[in-house]
């Protein structure tokens, strides 16, 4: 079974910084996606930015990108220039390529706290 | 962007009593939709996915007579909390996924209903 690891319950980051949060998995699968979502107070999810496996080029969303190394099964998110409006739960997810329903299921991660520091 | 929404965002009611959730897809229509449920400060847990027309899948786990779920047309998904108790208090959050098979690969969100049974 599908499997995925955010090992920093929580970070902190000074506003305009640079900060780096986890994520790893484990599949036998050979082709997937990865994403990470925000949390916001709300409670609303956001997608912040998807990845496919196959595909070897890092994704990029303006601030946001991935360090996607698929030997190693990590997918770590850098937000770049931090701003306030980052401050959320974030959560890396995976999900299968498939046709069924049931290849839609997201596997999500245990979250990572932000707080950005003015 | 897809918007999907959920109605009611909160509800309180008394042990023993039955509460149904909606969620509706706004400007897409949705075959497929899911359900988790997500306890303070954890991870989403996806519960089951509910498939227009026919009968939902459920996660190991959950109970099948005490979430009912109906996925009556295109664009509405209900989940129906039957004989609520104080431990089925939780933030229920539903999502379905935008594009045709199989190309599509990622989920749009509802803002949640937050239940809470006394």
């Known amino acids: 079974a599908q499997t995925v690891t955010q090992s920093q319950p929580e970070m902190s980051v000074q506003e305009a910084e640079t900060v780096t949060l986890s994520c790893t998995y484990d599949t036998s699968e050979s082709d997937y996606y990865l994403f990470w979502y925000k949390q916001p107070p709300s409670r609303q999810m956001i997608l912040v930015i998807r990845q496919e496996a196959y595909k070897q080029q890092n994704a990029t969303e303006n601030r946001f990108s991935v360090n996607f190394q698929k030997a190693a099964k990590s997918f770590s998110l850098k937000i770049s220039d931090s701003q306030l409006g980052d401050a959320a739960m974030y959560f890396c997810?995976?999900?299968?390529?498939?046709?069924?329903?049931?290849?839609?299921?997201?596997?999500f991660g245990t979250g990572t706290r932000l707080k950005v520091l003015a | 962007g897809a918007v999907v929404s959920q109605h009611p965002s909160w509800v309180i009611c008394k042990s023993g009593t039955s509460v149904k959730i909606e969620c509706r897809s706004l400007?897409?229509?949705?075959?497929?939709m899911f359900w988790y449920r997500q306890f303070p400060k954890q991870s989403l847990m996806l519960m089951a996915t509910s498939n227009e027309g026919s009968k939902a899948t459920y996660e190991q786990g959950v109970e099948k007579d005490k979430f009912l779920i109906n996925h009556a047309s295109l664009t509405l998904s209900t989940l129906t909390v039957t004989s609520a108790h104080p431990e089925d208090s939780s933030f229920y959050i539903c999502s379905a996924p935008v594009g045709a098979l199989p190309s599509t690969d990622t989920q749009y969100f509802g803002p949640g209903t937050r239940l809470t049974v006394l």
């Open positions: 997810a995976y999900r299968r390529v498939g046709t069924t329903s049931g290849t839609y299921k997201y596997i």
């Open positions: 400007d897409f229509q949705a075959t497929t």
